[in-house]
């Protein structure tokens, strides 16, 4: 089971993708880590993707996209996968279907989070507020102002892959601002009816 999940910032992607881990025993690939780790491990790619962040320049998508192919290589990304934070660009979707066409793998579907953008924000300071009264760091991420400019970036720039993959019948919409265990059960049937067309 190959998917993507989409959705903005705050909208429980990282939430779900950990439980659809569990669940299937398939890992969430979150282009960040995944960057880091190749960097730390000092492969190829992770060394041309050093080069351009000591630089201070954004990665490129043709590293992207190298580190997604070693990744999906590994043992454990055999029965699937969980992308998460890619594709972000028209570009990259066009050059993950390319990849995934090169090793004879689909995508099985893309899931998209939708939710309230302007309730988005009181969700992250809850968040914040949460994380604040257990002791625990409230992440970077959460800071309200830090966290609207996430948010026009991602309807700036990520935000149309979405009409990409409606386009390609590959698009399921899940209510995002159901409970955790309410999205979870949507998405769980999403993967079933997947399952029933196999």
């Known amino acids: 089971m190959r998917l993507i ?80 934070g890619f594709p972000r660009t028209i570009a990259q979707a066009d050059a993950l279907a390319e990849m995934l066409k090169d090793n004879g793998l689909d995508l099985d579907a893309v899931i998209e989070l939708r939710v309230d953008q302007s309730k988005l924000v009181n969700r992250i300071i809850n968040r914040a507020e949460e994380a604040k009264a257990a002791g625990l760091p ?13 948010l026009s970036a991602y309807n700036r720039d990520t935000a149309v892959v979405i009409p990409y993959y409606e386009k390609a019948g590959l698009l399921t919409i899940v209510d995002g601002m159901q409970s955790i265990d309410e999205v979870s059960a949507a998405i769980s049937d999403v993967l079933s009816k997947l399952d029933e067309k196999v």
Do not use: C, W, Y
Not at 138 to 150: A, I, L, N, Q, S
């Open 5 to 84: 999940l989409v959705g903005p910032p705050g909208a429980g992607k990282g939430t779900q993708a950990a439980r659809l881990v569990a669940k299937h025993n398939i890992p969430q690939l979150s282009t960040g880590d995944m960057l880091r780790a190749a960097v730390a491990a000092e492969t190829p790619i992770g060394l041309q993707a050093k080069a351009v962040m000591d630089a201070g320049g954004l990665v490129s998508d043709e590293i992207v996209v190298g580190i997604i192919r070693d990744r999906i290589k590994e043992a454990d990304a055999q029965n699937g996968f969980i992308l998460d």
């Open 138 to 150: 409230v992440r970077k991420d959460d800071d309200p102002e830090v966290f609207k400019d996430r």
